[in-house]
């Protein structure tokens, strides 16, 4: 016994040990926890205590319940939404969509931001990614007009350049096949100059001493991109891809509705869970399905974000967020 209370005496000892530890931590850098307070108290309101509404998902939500008291359904919710027969479809146009354009994005911004610094004057670099940066700062419901004045079938300004040319109108809002290449058309176009700042921020980070020695060497331009700069910037690569991963179950709600709106003839080929969630919404207005649908995004990104990890500390250890 007397063994028993040793251990726990010093078992105890030791948390408080660690209290006092972190509670003299707190006040010898009580200004920098000050300033960090805002971002803490928003980060608990608007990312932690919305998370109680997961409840939503295993219940029958009612109006004049609220939360807490509406009945419990367990996995119905669930249930309905795989009989619905729109899981799959669902699933596997975000996963396809968000794919496509992690793959093509980090290609494109790594392409250009090595153009960018390779360009011999400043001028011309400010003038291209100031170019480039325009198009992040438009909303995309501007850029659904844009989209629908270019596109449309009667007075869209490219089926009026192909009939001048002697060509044909194409009816691009009512052929599904043509979307998935204007989608990653737009989403370089509107988020590669923001997006090639974190690469232009590795680049700029490598010494620039290697590339004088390789120049010494003989090593012409593709060969230091090859040997150098690309090995360099593969660590920021890699996080940007497991961010880029975690996210993957989301299909950027505002690019799919305001690009096709609610128009049934493409649902089978543009809608996403997001678009999904929020039709449903609008309405059926059944709050414990889309809250079932909404869960189950975020779990399945959750895995995916988890292996990838896993798969990336394997490949390099270094590499991985944690």
Do not use: H
Not at 42 to 50: A, G
Not at 137 to 145: C, H, Q, R, Y
Request: charged residues 15%.
């Amino acid at each position: 016994m007397a063994g028993k209370k040793g251990k726990t005496g010093l078992a105890g000892q030791k948390r408080m040990g660690g209290w006092k530890g972190w509670g003299r931590e707190l006040v010898r850098n009580r200004m920098l926890y000050l300033m960090a307070l805002p971002a803490i108290l928003y980060v608990v309101i608007f990312s932690y205590i919305p998370m109680g509404g997961i409840l939503i998902a295993f219940k029958d939500y009612k109006y004049n319940l609220g939360i807490l008291k509406s009945p419990w359904v367990g996995m119905k919710n669930f249930s309905y939404f795989v009989s619905s027969g729109k899981m799959w479809l669902l699933t596997k146009n975000t996963l396809g969509y968000n794919l496509m354009f992690l793959a093509a994005e980090v290609a494109v911004r790594i392409l250009f931001a090595i153009l960018v610094c390779e360009m011999c004057t400043k001028r011309y670099k400010r003038v291209l990614q100031s170019v480039m940066m325009l198009p992040f700062f438009l909303s995309w419901v501007i850029i659904g007009g844009m989209a629908y004045n270019l596109l449309n079938y009667e007075f869209g300004t490219v089926n009026n350049l192909l009939v001048q040319l002697g060509g044909e109108r194409i009816d691009v809002y009512n052929n599904p096949g043509v979307w998935k290449f204007i989608f990653l058309f737009v989403r370089l176009w509107q988020g590669t100059g923001y997006g090639m700042l974190y690469y232009l921020a590795a680049i700029t980070g490598i010494n620039t001493e290697l590339y004088d020695a390789a120049y010494i060497d003989g090593c012409g331009l593709c060969k230091r991109i090859r040997y150098i700069t690309l090995p360099l910037i593969m660590p920021t690569t890699c996080m940007l891809v497991l961010l880029g991963l975690g996210g993957i179950l989301k299909g950027n709600m505002d690019m799919f509705y305001q690009l096709v709106g609610n128009n049934a003839v493409l649902y089978n080929a543009t809608d996403v869970i997001d678009t999904y969630v929020f039709r449903s919404l609008t309405t059926m207005k059944d709050y414990s399905v889309t809250t079932a649908v909404g869960l189950y995004q975020q779990v399945i990104g959750f895995v995916l974000v988890v292996a990838a990890n896993w798969l990336v500390k394997r490949i390099d250890q270094d590499s991985a967020i944690f």
